[in-house]
Structure formats: C-alpha cells, structure tokens
C-alpha cells in the first residue's frame, strides 16, 4: 500500500456526515500511523467496538483525509515521527475546531490535544480512554 494510502473501513456513511447511528457510542475516528501493521492491527480493535475508522499512514494523509472529511476524533499513533504527533494536532484544530486529537506516546501534554495515552497500555483500557474522551458528545 503506497504510503498515502487511506482506508476507509466503512463506504456506507457519506464522506461529509457525521456518524447519525441509533447506536450512541459510535465515534467516527482518523486514525494515523507511520506502521502498516499497527495500524491495521490496532484499528481492526476499534472497528470491534463499533467504531468507524479510516486508517491513514503518515502526516499527509492525515492532512488529506481532513481536507475531505469531517472526523470526531484523531488519533495519532505512537509509530507517528514526535514532530508529526506535534504538529498535526494544530492542524487538526485547524482543519475542524471541534474535533477531538488523541496522541499516543506522547511525553508532554499540549494545548490542542485533548487527551495522551501509553501506547503500552491494553487495548481495551485505549477504548475506555477514547469512549471516556467523548462522552459529553454522545450523551448529546
């Protein structure tokens, strides 16, 4: 898969909606990684818990993924460079005010992203963590 390659991992939805589901808890998330592997393996887990995902590799993807859709969250993975974990999220903020950024692996904590996570951590405490993130949203 060449390096900008996005996937997502439902066609159903139209590219500009939110998700509008009858199930509450379904969270539409960009999810991006510099590792076909991890990324493939770690967004097959959130699709399980119900989740639309649209996988990414590397920074432009991300960006391109924003320009042509709208997203709840972003997660940027741990296999992401630390300046792309960086940066992106201000270009996220950008790109859609009210979207949320999660970055795994990150030392510090800034004022754009909403939440850190040990990508050490199980994948199941990653899910709460990300649930946990978007709560208010979903009761709404």
């Given at each position: ?29 960009l999810y991006a990684e510099s590792d076909e592997t ?22 432009h993807a991300v960006q391109d993924a924003l320009r ?73």
């Amino acid at each position: 898969m060449p390096a900008t390659a996005q996937k997502p991992a439902d066609q159903s939805a139209p590219s500009s909606a939110r998700p509008s589901s009858t199930h509450p808890s379904i969270i539409k998330i960009l999810y991006a990684e510099s590792d076909e592997t991890t990324l493939s393996a770690q967004a097959a887990e959130m699709q399980k818990a119900g989740h639309h995902v649209t996988t990414v590799l590397n920074r432009h993807a991300v960006q391109d993924a924003l320009r042509c859709d709208a997203f709840d969250l972003v997660i940027l993975g741990a296999t992401l460079s630390k300046d792309d974990r960086h940066h992106l999220p201000y270009m996220v903020k950008k790109a859609h005010e009210g979207t949320k950024v999660l970055v795994m692996h990150a030392g510090t904590h800034h004022h754009e992203v909403d939440a850190v996570v040990d990508s050490n951590l199980s994948m199941q405490w990653i899910l709460e963590r990300i649930a946990a993130l978007l709560q208010p949203e979903l009761a709404s």
